[in-house]
């Protein structure tokens, strides 16, 4: 069975290589300790986080644009990703009466056909607060199960450094300077090693249709 996500892994491996690419010239500077090394770590850091949420996204467009080729209707699907579905619709349609009417007697093939950027106009799924434990909470709304994370710790530490960042709680200087280069090598590893496994969770379901 060939890759039905192949696209997601590309861009997953592409944004690995950027990272790595900064960690080596961290590495080559590495017993300077100036400032430049400390912006270094912090822009490191938001690459990583960068690197989950875009992932992410990718994972459920791709997801979409795919359920929608294998053209499924909403009976195959999980419950939860049913009910996801229609609440979408609610959202969309309002207290629009004609159009609930519309919704109840419509065909459920029909209903099934969103991509994922019409479904995050009315359900935004995540926004700057991507970890392991919010992960795994999106993918039960597909009826996708993620295995626990044994690093969960690690994928919390990057997007709190990072909205710290984001929100002006903290300098490029500051954000990082107690990450050693051998933590932030760890923290990489785990982040890949974790975006991995959910673009292999995904992709194992969408092979299920």
Request: glycine share 4%; hydrophobic share 35%; charged share 30%.
């Amino acid at each position: 069975m060939g890759s039905e996500l192949i696209a997601v892994k590309n861009e997953l491996n592409n944004r690995l290589k950027d990272i790595n690419t900064m960690l080596q010239i961290l590495e080559d500077g590495e017993n300077k300790k100036n400032s430049r090394q400390l912006l270094l770590k912090s822009s490191i850091l938001l690459m990583l986080y960068n690197m989950v949420e875009g992932t992410m996204s990718s994972l459920l467009t791709e997801m979409f644009d795919k359920l929608r080729e294998k053209k499924i209707t909403i009976d195959q699907l999980p419950k939860a990703f049913e009910k996801l579905i229609y609440k979408y619709h609610l959202e969309k349609i309002g207290n629009k009466e004609q159009e609930l009417k519309r919704l109840c007697e419509s065909d459920k093939e029909t209903i099934c056909d969103i991509t994922y950027m019409e479904l995050n106009q009315y359900l935004k799924l995540f926004s700057g607060n991507l970890d392991a434990r919010k992960m795994k909470e999106i993918s039960k709304n597909f009826g996708i199960n993620i295995p626990e994370e044994s690093n969960a710790g690690k994928l919390l530490m990057v997007k709190n450094r990072r909205n710290s960042l984001a929100h002006g709680e903290t300098t490029f200087t500051n954000a990082a300077q107690d990450i050693t280069v051998k933590e932030l090598k760890e923290m990489i590893d785990s982040v890949y090693s974790y975006m991995s496994r959910i673009v292999n969770e995904y992709e194992k379901f969408v092979n299920r249709f």
